[in-house]
Structures are given as C-alpha cells and as structure tokens.
C-alpha cells in the first residue's frame, strides 16, 4: 500500500489517559498534516510540518496535545490527559510541498477514531 | 483566520439531474481552492480544484466557478449518477499551491435519488 498509513484506525480510552497516533506518509511527501474531524463538521487543521519542521500549530490545539516528526517520515500525534471532547477522527495528510502545480494535492489517511469514555 | 461557509448542508437530486453546491470565504488572500469528496467511512479525496487566476475550471461531469470580487466558488455536477451520493467539502487556503493549511467547510451531504 502506497498511500498514507494511520495506527490504530480505533482508540478507545478513558478519561484523563494518554492516547498517541501514528501517520506514515506517502514515502516521497515532505509535507505532513494533522486534521480532526467530528461528526457532520468537516477537517478541523491542527498542525503540519515541512520534513520535521513543525511549520505551523492551530491556536485551538492546547497544549495536552503534540506532534512530532522527528526524521522527517513518519508522525506521532499525542493528546495528554484526553477529555470527553478529544472524541474524534484524527486525519492525517501528506503532499510533496515543491510548490509546483498539482505537486501540493494533499493524500488523505483513512484516520484514527478516538472514543474517550 | 479564514472562515469557509458551505451550503447546502443537504442536497437531494434525482439520477440524471445536476447538483450545485456553494461556498463563500472570508480570507480576501485565499487563492486556492480544492472540493473534497468523502464517502461514508473513507477518506477525503480531491476530486478538482481552482486556483485564483482561473475563473471556471472543468473535469467531464464536474465543474468549479470562482468569483473572487464576491469570494464565493461553486461545485457543479451533471449528470448525476448513484456513485456520486457522498459528503463534498470545499475549501480554502492562502497558498497557491495549497502548501499552507487549509481551511474546509462544513460539507454537504449529496444524495442521488435513483
């Protein structure tokens, strides 16, 4: 499988645990973004990074939450101490990010659900 | 920051018909403009996308118009067919190339009626 690879695509958790994801991009990508998405809302943007520069970070995402792209592959996605409202799918994308045309469509994972009882 | 809003939030065409969604941004910088389709339990997918020096773009079935004085684009369909029944969101982004975030819509759900 050549498109963007998300673990665990299910994360049942209690309240106030650790939950942390994994993306694996498309292998060519640079460019790496995190969404989430809730029920009937479309893609919420968190955070995306260029190789392992973080670039950019929502002002909504507090600060239980962190990514990492430390060699500039795969991502990791951590929430601290998950409330009720974490519940969601989390999306990740990649793109080539060379700023030519058609080299930016972001490739969506298939993501992973996070249920916090 | 940009705010995409989207309509209809439901749309319900018979087979054959066409279908028109809308979406208006709030960021006069924006200039690129990608339409997602999302099928129950998958991913979202590019089906076209418009860039802001580009006022109408097409791809067989599917069409995207932009009007950039009024900041609004839409998604057309013809020619409806059962396949297409999914949520489209529209979206927005500063770059144009799409390489900083974007921002989407809140989507619509597409219903074919065969």
């Known amino acids: 499988d050549t498109g963007v690879s998300q673990d665990p695509r299910h994360k049942i958790t209690k309240r106030g645990q650790n939950v942390t994801f994994r993306c694996d991009p498309i292998s060519e990508h640079n460019r790496l973004y995190w969404y989430r998405q809730t029920l009937g809302q479309g893609p919420e943007f968190l955070t995306y990074f260029q190789n392992e520069a973080q670039l950019e970070k929502s002002r909504l995402l507090s600060d239980r939450f962190s990514a990492e792209r430390p060699k500039g592959s795969f991502s990791t996605l951590e929430i601290q101490r998950t409330e009720q409202g974490d519940s969601a799918m989390y999306l990740c994308?990649?793109?080539?990010?060379?700023?030519?045309?058609?080299?930016?469509?972001?490739?969506f994972g298939a993501g992973s659900r996070l249920t916090v009882l | 920051g940009e705010n995409v809003e989207q309509h209809p939030s439901t749309l319900s065409v018979q087979e054959g018909d066409s279908a028109v969604i809308k979406c208006t941004y709030s960021d006069s910088a924006s200039n690129y403009f990608p339409w997602y389709k999302q099928e129950l339990g998958k991913r979202p997918q590019l089906i076209i996308d418009?860039?802001?020096?580009?006022g109408e773009k097409k791809d067989q079935r599917i069409a995207v118009t932009l009007n950039k004085t009024a900041k609004h684009f839409s998604l057309h369909i013809t020619e409806t067919q059962p396949e297409d029944s999914a949520v489209y969101f529209c979206a927005a982004s500063r770059s144009n190339f799409g390489n900083e975030k974007l921002t989407f819509g809140t989507g619509t759900r597409l219903t074919i009626i065969p």
């Open positions: 418009i860039r802001s020096n580009v």
């Open positions: 994308a990649s793109s080539l990010g060379r700023g030519s045309r058609g080299a930016n469509v972001l490739t």
